[in-house]
């Protein structure tokens, strides 16, 4: 007889612990153990959250190389069944052999399921059968508890789920981030003081009752944003590093339909157009996504989403100033061209327009579209198509955390007929599908790579652009880590091409988040390492970077409404002149309206305490030494460059915090 020593290790999270019967076999290149059930001299405290326990398998004779363990958990009698969450098994064989076998999902039921080495291992190097047996079973399974489903025509295609308790228990949520979820949506308007005024549907009468509902719940920087909304300064800023700074571009051109003159923008100096351009100096921001979308009706009145074209000019001080805004897109008597030395009101609700286009533009563009559905395609392809033991399915399982369900529950209380967007956004409703679509048809994949967008808008020299500055170090800091983990495991291009699970992974997000379209230019099949280190960048840096860009600062500069409009409620000014402090008032949204996407923003930009921040795997999914050096170097950079914003954001008058690593998910988790 031999002996195995077996090392059980329950994780650490709530409710982690089972008392049911767990029972194991282990699986050699020369044979298998008999199913043995694990009784130690812990008893039933076994397997109780964060324990440790060591059982003996005893064998006739050795097993040869281990390949895989199969697990399994009864219920007794008196016991009803029970979640148990393991984090993974170590097998010491008789010849001495230590073998570690990454588990870190939860076990809801008495089926079998089988755990390969952790040593990671690409589908043509699984040669044994029964490794390609289990390989295969656990496909097929996957397949079947992760299938595509179309939640709109046009949309990139998402889970399959009726319910968030019916999603397999992997991807759920952990109790702890259920918890404070729902807490935090159900108790939102009291939190923030508002309940009360969330069904109150008249309009504000001045701005200092609105001052009054802001200083219920402030951040530092939403306090500074109620300071300085009205500046110029601070409207061009907000384009660089509020929460949507994918739209600006250096402007070498002007557009056809924007008829701006050098006196309108330049009078009595001796700056024009023509020179500004040639220098890089002016730059554009235009909403056209937005032309003739239908907007929303609420309270029972007809909203107004306008499509505006911004001029912007670099002054000589670094600043970034509006210096034109036409709020539609087609040029006429009754669309006057706004500038700055326009009336007090005239400037400013030509600027809270803008405002409000950029909240709508941004929540279903910058933020739904470009990362929680891209996340979410990225994870649902590589659940069905790739097993555990593959080393992308190690690199992105993390970066996969709760996505599935915070989409299911963003379907559910956003963007559904009952939903708070739809309800009570501009572009809510009929709206919202129309901006989807054609965000969807302008999306490419240069455009979803930092390094490749920054270049083609031209904003490589901006000062000041700290979204550029830290996201770019982000960047390199990631593809540096993935460059590292896949040239451990591919060695050449061949080895890239005969992957066949790398490939349907690919292919399926081609088909399912971009439709099949080659003009996105995003690749069908890998044919290199270069082509796969580049796409595994993009997913990692758009879970977690780039949603934290356009997600984080949602309350900062949307708490305070003047600044960022869900919705506005009288058409624009066709004439100068006519706008006052009142007119701006009535153009507002209804208080009700107010308090609710003040209530949806502070949820969104909530942190949960279970955060996991970019850079950390909690589970040891990598066993070998050289990818754990790999990891240990990435995170370090990563610590690095945090101290190296947070020291920069000591001498910046508003900080930006949204790129610092030590504030970046590793996941899109909210």
């Known amino acids: 007889m031999v002996q195995y020593k077996v090392t059980v290790f329950t ?28 009784m130690g001299l812990k008893g039933a405290s076994s397997f109780v959250r964060g324990a440790v326990s060591k059982f003996k398998v005893s064998c006739s004779t050795s097993l040869g190389k281990l ?38 999902r939860w076990i809801a039921d008495s089926k079998v399921y089988r755990f390969k080495d952790g040593k990671a291992l690409r589908v043509f190097e699984d040669n044994h059968h029964l490794g390609r047996y289990s390989r295969q079973q656990e496909i097929q399974q996957r397949e079947e508890d992760y299938r595509w489903d179309a939640y709109a025509e046009g949309i990139p295609h998402s889970l399959k789920a009726q319910n968030p308790i019916f999603l397999p228990s ?49 951040t530092d920087i939403s306090e500074y944003v109620q300071k300085h909304w009205k500046e110029d300064a601070f409207f061009g800023y907000q384009f660089l590093n509020g929460v949507n700074p ?75 100033l509006p210096i034109a805004i036409q709020l539609k897109q087609n040029p006429s008597d009754d669309n006057p061209i ?55 399915y190690k690199l992105l399982k993390l970066h996969t955390r709760y996505t599935l369900q915070i989409n299911f529950l963003a379907r559910r209380l956003l963007i559904s007929e009952v939903g708070a967007f739809t309800q009570f956004a501009a572009s809510g409703g009929e709206g919202m599908f129309t901006i989807l679509k054609r965000s969807v048809s302008s999306m490419t994949y240069s455009s979803l790579c930092i390094t490749d967008d920054i270049a083609e808008r031209g904003l490589e020299d901006v000062p000041n652009f700290y979204y550029r500055d830290d996201g770019l170090k982000v960047w390199d800091i990631i593809h540096r880590f993935v460059q590292g983990m896949l040239g451990y495991y591919y060695k050449s291009d061949s080895e890239v091409q005969q992957d066949s699970e790398l490939q349907k992974w690919i292919l399926d997000i081609f088909e399912h988040g971009f439709f099949s379209q080659a003009e996105t230019g995003i690749p069908q099949t890998f044919t290199c390492v270069t082509e796969l280190v580049k796409f595994v960048t993009v997913v990692i840096f758009t879970c977690s970077a780039q949603h934290a860009a356009v997600n984080s600062g949602q309350y900062d500069y949307g708490g305070w409404m003047p600044n960022t409009p869900i919705s506005l409620q009288l058409p624009p000014p066709t004439t100068k002149g006519t ?40 589970e040891e999914h990598f066993i070998e030494e050289i990818p754990r050096k790999i990891l240990k170097d990435f995170q370090m950079e990563l610590e690095d460059l945090s101290l190296v914003i947070k020291a920069r954001n000591k001498r910046l008058e508003v900080p930006y915090t949204y790129m610092d690593p030590a504030e970046l998910e590793n996941s899109v988790a909210i």
């Not at 000019?313 to 600043?319: E, Q």
Request: aromatic share 10%.
């Open 11 to 38: 994780g650490d999270r709530l409710n982690s612990t089972t008392l049911n019967n767990v029972y194991i076999k282990l699986v050699g290149t020369d044979g298998e153990s008999d199913r043995k059930w694990l």
């Open 67 to 104: 390949l895989l363990i199969e697990l399994d958990k009864q219920s007794l009698p008196l016991f009803p069944e029970d979640d148990w969450f393991c984090a993974k098994v170590e097998v010491k064989s008789p010849e001495g052999d230590i073998y570690i076998f990454p588990v870190y």
């Open 170 to 218: 992997e991807v759920q949520f952990s109790f702890t981030k259920t918890t404070e979820f729902l807490y935090t949506a159900s108790t939102g308007l009291t939190e923030l003081k508002l309940k009360g005024l969330d069904n109150r549907k008249e309009k504000w009468d001045n701005i200092d009752s609105i001052n009054r509902v802001f200083c219920c719940k402030k």
């Open 246 to 320: 994918i739209l600006i571009q250096c402007c070498t051109t002007l557009p056809s339909n924007f008829p701006v003159t050098d006196d309108m923008v330049f009078p009595r100096s001796r700056c024009n157009l023509a020179d500004e351009m040639k220098k890089g100096n002016i730059f554009l921001c235009d909403y056209k996504l937005l032309d003739g979308v239908k907007a929303n009706t609420i309270n029972g009145k007809k909203q107004y989403l306008m499509a505006p074209l911004v001029l912007l000019h670099k002054a000589p001080d670094n600043k970034l």
């Open 338 to 392: 706004f500038l700055p030395t326009d009336s007090e009101y005239d400037w400013l609700i030509a600027k809270t327009f803008v405002r409000s286009a950029d909240f709508n533009h941004h929540q279903l563009n910058a933020h739904l579209l470009r990362t929680h559905l891209l996340a979410e395609v990225f994870a649902v392809s590589l659940l069905r198509n790739v097993p555990m033991v593959h080393p992308l």
């Open 579 to 618: 706008t006052s402090e009142a007119t701006m008032l009535a153009t507002f949204p209804d208080v009700n309206v107010t308090v609710q996407g003040m209530a949806t923003m502070w949820l969104l930009s909530k942190q949960s305490s279970d955060f996991v921040p970019l850079g950390q795997y909690p």
